[in-house]
Every structure is written in structure tokens, then in C-alpha cells.
């Protein structure tokens, strides 16, 4: 790397004896300058040293002026030998030419290009802003990145190029960012650059909150059971992916029609924490999983809502999973069997902790297709009712002459069939 303007300031004020230092900084303040510049206070001065006085210069007065001003100084206070020498080492640094060396006419303003943006492999995101056609070759650039109030300048790299017929110059600088620079939403890439002979200055600015940043999340429909069964363990998954940086937070919510439910995640081994994974294309994906424990009481007509939030996001992302539907298979207690006046004999068929409360039950005598329902169905009777949890119970009586017992043969079926049953269920009963 080349000498820098800053370089052969700070090795000319160098060059200067301690008493000529001393007058340099007496008279740098007193010094004519241009309209569009103001002079350096006379307490800014005051006890510093050459890169101090350099970085002042540039301050204020930029690269190709402060040239000048510094030379103008020199030449007040009869340092001409320092003068020379510093003349000498402007012509070691690349592209640069003094004003009084270049025609007006000549000179060309720089045209930039948009900022373009890609993910490196390590991680990092390449921030690129190329310049064109601009003479003379000489351009200040300055990366900044961070918060509004607490920006820190950034190191770049620029690749000039000059036109084969020497008449210009384009220029591509670029910037690493790194991943942690962009976990908070107001923090913004900012390259600014000030081409001195145009009097030309430009600017281009991207945070991780504009509209068209690249990355932002893209999440998935909810993956969950088509139905719940009541006290049945159930995972509800949300994939996520294309973000950067890796900087995701998932929250789940149960929406009843009353309240709107934060839901932790299950602490259940087999299902661990979020963790991202990286892309080919170098961006982070991830799974945000939640296992729950419906019961009908509370579950049913309810939905769940996973909100997943980015740095890049003005607004969370929300996906639901409807109402949840839900069922709970019948439960059978043992048969009931009671014998009473006339002969007749009370079979009784206890069904509990169901839902919903639709349920076909059917007694019948005989063999022939008892498990697909049957054309003549003994008569029965029916009771319904809801359990506190919001479950039902159902009692099925049916009524048998006894005699029919006296055969060995003699068989009685009850079958019944509900939605949350994989198909009917028979049960049965006969003297043996």
C-alpha cells in the first residue's frame, strides 16, 4: 500500500524544528481560505501534536485543499525546504494531483452505481459501491456502520481502474460487515465519498430494516395434526428460513375467543431449543417446535399462533393453525347385565370420556354383517350427557326376551362407531 495523504502531512509537519512546528500552528489559523471552508480554531491547535495537526487539516479542509493550506503555511513561515519535500511525496501517492495541475475543464464527476450486497463464506456480508467515470483519479471514501449516534469508520479495499485512453477513472469499494453488526434494527451500512475537483459529493445508505434488505425470513404454514385427541401429546412445527444475520426469536400464542395466551416451549427432551442451521447459501434456517397437551375443555375452537421476529422485520410474522379440532375416543366400561320382571334381561353399553357427542350405536341378533351395521336393529334407548371436562358419557339400555338364552347358539351384538374411533367396535353376547 502507497503512501496516503495523511502520510505525508504528518511526515512534513515532522520535518518542521520544534520552533517551526510551533509556528506552523500559530499561523494555520490566520490563513485565507476558501468561502466554502472555515478556518481551524486557534484552541483546536493548542498542545497537539503533527497527526493531531494532520487530522485537523483533513477535517476541515479535506485531502487536496488542506494540500494546499499546508503549503500556503509553509510558505509564510519560510519552510521552503519542508515545502519541497513534502511536494516530493504528494507524487508518491496514487492518483493524486494538485488543483493548480489539472484544467477545470478536464475534471469529471463520479457516477455511482447501487449498492450491491452478498453473503461471504465466512459469514460476513460484502458490501461493494463502484464509481465511474470520474477525473481526476483521486476520491476520498469513507465506510461508516452502526448506530445513528455511535458509528465506527470501517477499513475498505478499492480496485481503480483508469480508461485506456486515460481520460478517466472508475473505481469499486468494498466493505466486510459483520454478522454481529447487524443484530440491531437500527443499525445502517453507510458510505459517503467527496471527489474535491468536481466539488462533488455522494452518499449511499442500507440498513437491515429497508424494504428491500435480501434477507428477511420466510416462514412456513404451521405443520400440525389435521386433529387432536384429548390428553394425546401433539408437536405443532414452523420451519423458518433465508434469514441473516441469525438472530430469530419465536414465540408461541394460544388465541381462545377471550384471551390471547403467551405458550413456552416444552422443556421435553426430545425436542430441543431452536438452533439454526447454515445454507449453501450461506443464510440460517431453523424449526421452531412446540409440543402441547390439548384437553377439549380449553383446546377446542382454540389456535396457535407462532410469531417469528428479525431484526429485519418492522412488523413480526404470524402464522396460525386455525381452530383446532378436537377428539377423544369413547372409552367402554364392562357391559352391564341385569335380569328383570317378565324374563327380559337389561344389557346396558357405557361409553364416557368422548367427543364430540355423535355416536351410532346399534343392538342386534343374528350373524349377518354385524360389524357394517344390520338392516334390523333391536330397539334400544339412549342417554347423553357432559362430563365437567366437556367430555360426554353415554348409556345404551337394550331389553331381551331371556328364553332367546336358552340356546347355546343364541347371540347378541352391540356395535358402536364414532368420529374419533379408526372404525366400528362390536362387542358380543351370548349364554356362553
Given amino acids: 500500500m502507497g ?16 520552533m517551526g512546528f510551533k509556528k506552523f500552528r500559530n499561523k494555520l489559523p490566520e490563513i485565507e481560505v476558501k468561502p466554502n471552508y472555515r478556518r481551524i480554531p486557534r484552541g483546536k491547535l493548542e498542545d497537539k501534536d503533527w497527526g493531531d495537526v494532520a487530522d485537523l487539516i483533513r477535517e476541515y479542509y479535506k485531502d487536496v485543499y488542506g494540500v494546499e493550506v499546508t503549503l500556503e503555511v509553509l510558505d509564510k513561515i519560510n519552510e521552503k525546504k519542508v515545502a519541497e519535500e513534502l511536494q516530493k511525496d504528494l507524487q508518491k501517492v496514487n492518483r493524486f494531483v494538485r488543483l493548480n ?3 477545470e475543464s478536464r475534471c469529471l464527476a463520479p457516477k455511482a452505481r447501487p449498492m450491491m450486497l452478498h453473503l461471504s463464506d465466512v459469514g460476513e456480508v460484502m458490501c461493494s459501491v463502484t464509481l465511474d467515470t ?11 456502520c452502526g448506530r445513528e449516534k455511535s458509528t465506527e469508520v470501517l477499513s475498505s479495499q478499492e480496485l ?27 443499525s445502517a451500512v453507510h458510505i459517503s465519498w467527496e471527489h474535491e475537483y468536481t466539488n462533488t459529493r455522494g452518499q449511499q445508505t442500507w ?23 384429548h390428553s394425546v401429546p401433539a408437536i405443532l412445527q414452523c420451519h423458518i428460513s433465508g434469514y441473516y444475520p441469525d438472530a430469530v426469536t419465536v414465540k408461541w400464542f394460544r388465541k381462545d375467543k377471550r384471551t390471547l395466551e403467551l405458550c413456552e416451549e416444552t422443556d421435553d427432551a426430545s425436542i430441543p431449543k431452536i438452533k439454526s442451521n447454515k445454507n449453501p447459501d450461506h443464510t440460517f434456517s431453523c424449526t421452531a417446535q412446540l409440543m402441547i397437551t390439548p384437553a ?6 382454540s389456535e396457535y399462533i407462532c410469531q417469528v421476529e428479525h431484526p429485519s422485520l418492522e412488523k413480526a410474522i404470524k402464522k396460525s393453525t386455525g381452530g383446532i379440532k378436537m377428539l377423544a375416543k369413547p372409552q367402554l366400561e364392562p357391559i352391564g347385565k341385569t335380569l328383570l320382571d317378565g324374563m327380559l334381561v337389561q344389557f346396558s353399553l357405557h361409553l364416557h370420556s368422548f367427543y364430540p357427542k355423535d355416536m351410532k350405536v346399534k343392538w342386534h341378533r343374528g350373524e349377518q354383517e354385524h360389524r357394517k351395521g344390520v338392516k334390523q336393529g333391536t330397539k334400544h334407548t339412549e342417554t347423553l350427557t357432559e362430563q365437567e371436562d366437556s367430555l360426554f358419557y353415554m348409556t345404551s339400555e337394550c331389553c331381551i326376551l331371556g328364553y332367546g338364552f336358552t340356546d347355546p347358539e343364541y347371540k347378541l351384538y352391540v356395535t358402536w362407531e364414532h368420529e374419533a374411533m379408526e372404525g366400528p ?8
Fill in 3 to 18: 503512501l496516503t495523504v495523511r502520510d505525508v502531512l504528518v511526515n512534513a509537519l515532522e520535518n518542521l524544528e520544534k
Fill in 101 to 103: 495541475q489539472v484544467r
Fill in 134 to 144: 470520474f477525473y481526476p483519479g483521486y476520491l476520498h471514501i469513507e465506510w461508516k
Fill in 160 to 186: 481503480y481502474e483508469e480508461s485506456p485512453d486515460q481520460t478517466s477513472f472508475a473505481v469499486c469499494s468494498q466493505v466486510r460487515i459483520s454478522e454481529d453488526s447487524l443484530r440491531c434494527p437500527e
Fill in 207 to 229: 440498513s437491515i430494516g429497508d424494504q428491500d434488505f435480501p434477507w428477511r425470513p420466510v416462514v412456513d404454514d404451521i405443520q400440525a395434526p389435521p386433529c387432536m385427541y
Fill in 296 to 301: 377439549v375443555k380449553s383446546h377446542q375452537g
Fill in 425 to 432: 367396535e362390536t362387542r358380543t353376547l351370548s349364554v356362553r
